[in-house]
């Protein structure tokens, strides 16, 4: 029975140890996007990757079958332990640093603890006087102490005990209440390597106190912990600096967790179970390691995926109905793709029904029609558009007519809203005949599909004041978030602005394009990020304290910065932006009017119109930039 419990636990620490190992490469991923960044993060995945390569080199050691090869390894993992004392006094006063509180005796202490590291591992790679040859011992294999060993054990626990100061009064220096929830969850976590490191200093230290259960106890439970602790400390650190809500940051590292390492760790751990079940099978240990690992992979992802909405209104217990909705909306918002499929789908049954060969969808968007779907050949309907000269009627005379009406080659079907009059949209397809005549099944099944048609488009047209809105505020909270977010130093004045944060922003220029769609009025101007630009906020005295016009001028000054020397050319390619701008925002030309006025095709004109917008946009950078250097009067 002995035996068979240190067989067991040896296993048990072994796969505990692959597990640490996996979970601590995990989380250097994860933190490595922010830790170049920020000083806790950075230091944090200092401690990680000593811990990391000290079980590396355990769980290389457990397979391993001779002194030699085993003593190779041993020094390896002291790569680890004679690091990790180092990187507590590093990470414990990047921590305290995050609290406003820097000194100078700290930064020289967690130089002066790396330099001696750097000896202590000097020591035990190229002498014996911190550890020496290597001795077996049931359920272990250790280097015995050396005449320094005492020394490192002292110097490990002092910084250690250093770090817990130095976590706990930064916890006493944070104000808010979250702020040492966070902290006191950290002081605990923070003992997790010394726990991980020290079973390995008593065994080398004293080998004859330890029992090899007591020892294989030991480190179980000191690995199970440590990997709690590693995790709990990651999760806490990662809200340093973090743009996201906390609800995002902690979904994201749950599901990274789920699908990263618990998942690898799983396969690991079946893959040993292999030897045992091989004999049981008979079949080649090839053959179940491949079945192993494609049926453990599907295996995990598939509980993963239908566990993970579940997971998550557990997680945000409080806020469940509100995580519900925003699960269910990603099914329920339709793109522009769905709307024209939609749409498309709608149109193939009409031209079905009716036996034509071509139709046609128009969306109502503002003072213009957008053509949304299109069955069959494309020539006639080209032709049809160009010849209405009047949008939006598109009409006879019965824009509003429940049915259809024949306008030259085609029957049209006005698209209405829910409790509106005006059309929201048109239905056209091929006329069979010179009038309308449709039998009252057919015009049951044209008005059960139109409703359809007009269902798609009137939700579309909901979701984009949505998603209008959404973008109207995205820029500004990306930019707070973002100035929140930077890393402060201590005894400098902290001299950060809200637009040196948007000019920066990749939304610069979304923000620019949508104040130029409202430059005459809208709410992509009167609520626009670029109101609290500073060339915006210096020139409202010259505008009665109206910020929508102040703006208004920036843009037409931005826009007169790309007016080209000499007399206006409509052709001259140098002239091509300006002039875009010109008639299309200035004047308020429609696109149409444009092209034909520059003689270029409208797709052409789309195209040259984004690099105008692009240009505008880094004329405005320019002008706030030139005004933030500005010396004060």
């Known amino acids: 029975m002995y035996d068979l419990l240190l067989q067991l636990f040896s296993l048990w620490n072994f796969l505990l140890a692959a597990a640490l190992v996996i979970i601590t490469f995990a989380l250097l991923l994860w933190l490595f996007p922010q830790s170049w960044r920020n000083p806790v993060q950075r230091a944090l995945s200092a401690l990680l990757l000593f811990v990391g390569i000290v079980y590396i080199g355990q ?8 002194l030699d090869a085993a003593e190779a390894w041993l020094r390896f993992k002291w ?94 220096r944070t104000i808010t ?63 340093q600096g973090a743009l996201q809500s906390d609800r995002i940051i902690k979904q994201k590292f749950v599901h990274f967790m789920l699908r990263g390492p618990i998942v690898a760790v799983g396969v690991v751990t079946a893959l040993a179970i292999v030897p045992t079940i091989e004999g049981w099978l008979n079949l080649s240990r090839e053959t179940l390691l491949a079945a192993t690992v494609i049926v453990g992979i599907i295996v995990f992802e598939m509980l993963i995926s239908r566990s993970k909405a579940y997971l998550d209104r ?44 071509s139709g046609f969808v128009l969306a109502a968007e503002t003072d213009e029609w957008k ?42 079907y006005p698209l209405k809203g829910n409790g509106s009059d005006s059309p929201i949209g048109v239905i056209g397809v091929s006329a069979r005949s010179p ?50 977010a930077k890393a402060r130093v201590v005894g400098e004045t902290v001299k950060e602005r809200v637009e040196e944060e948007l000019i920066a922003s990749p939304d610069f220029n979304r923000a620019v394009q949508d104040a130029l769609a409202h ?57 091509v932006l300006y002039n875009i701008l010109e008639l299309k925002v200035i004047q308020g030309m429609k696109i149409r009017q444009v092209a034909e006025k520059l003689s270029i095709s409208e797709s052409d004109l789309y195209r040259k119109q984004r690099i105008a917008i692009q240009e505008v946009a880094k004329v405005v950078q320019h002008m706030e930039q030139r005004d933030t250097k500005a010396p004060p009067v």
């Open 59 to 66: 769980v290389f050691l457990l397979r391993t079958l001779n």
């Open 79 to 172: 790569i680890g332990i004679a690091f990790v004392p180092a990187a507590y006094v590093h990470f414990s006063n990047a921590v305290l640093r995050s609290t406003f509180y820097d000194s100078r005796v700290r930064r020289y202490a967690t130089f002066g603890a790396y330099v001696a590291s750097v000896v202590f591992l000097a020591l035990v790679l190229f002498t014996d006087h911190v550890v020496s040859d290597p001795f077996n011992y049931p359920a272990a294999t250790q280097l015995r102490a050396g005449p320094l060993f005492y020394l490192f054990a002292i110097y490990f626990f002092a910084t250690t005990a250093w770090g817990i100061y130095n976590i706990e009064l930064a916890r006493r």
């Open 177 to 239: 209440p979250t702020s040492r929830r966070r902290l006191r969850r950290m002081g605990i976590a923070f003992l997790a390597p010394a726990f991980g490191v020290f079973p390995y200093l008593v065994f080398s230290g004293f080998p004859a106190l330890l029992p090899p259960l007591v020892l294989l106890l030991l480190t179980f439970f000191g690995t199970l912990a440590l990997i709690v602790m590693l995790v709990v400390m990651a999760y806490t650190v990662t809200y």
């Open 314 to 357: 557990l997680l945000f217990w409080q806020d469940r109905h509100e995580v519900r909705q925003i699960q269910q909306l990603d099914a329920r918002l339709l793109t522009t793709s769905d709307l024209r499929q939609i749409l498309e789908n709608v149109l193939a049954a009409m031209c079905d029904l009716l036996r034509v060969e």
């Open 371 to 412: 053509l949304e779907a299109v069955v069959g050949a494309r020539e006639p309907i080209q032709k049809f558009m160009g010849e209405q000269r009047t949008p939006p009627l598109l009409s006879n005379g019965e824009p509003n007519v429940p049915h259809f009406y024949a306008n030259g080659d085609f029957w049209l």
């Open 435 to 484: 009038q309308p005549e449709l039998t009252e099944h057919e015009r049951e099944l044209v008005d059960a599909l139109a409703s359809q048609a007009e269902l798609a488009l009137e939700d579309r047209a909901l979701q984009k004041n949505v998603f209008d809105a959404l973008e109207q505020i995205s820029t500004q909270v990306e930019a707070l978030q973002r100035a929140r």
């Open 519 to 575: 430059y005459w009025g809208g709410p992509k101007l009167s609520h626009s990020p670029l109101l609290q630009l500073n060339i915006v906020r210096a020139s409202l005295d010259d505008y009665e304290q109206n910020p929508t016009r102040a703006l208004r001028a920036v843009l037409a000054d931005a826009i007169e910065g790309l007016r080209p020397d000499g007399a206006r050319s409509l052709t001259a390619p140098e002239w």
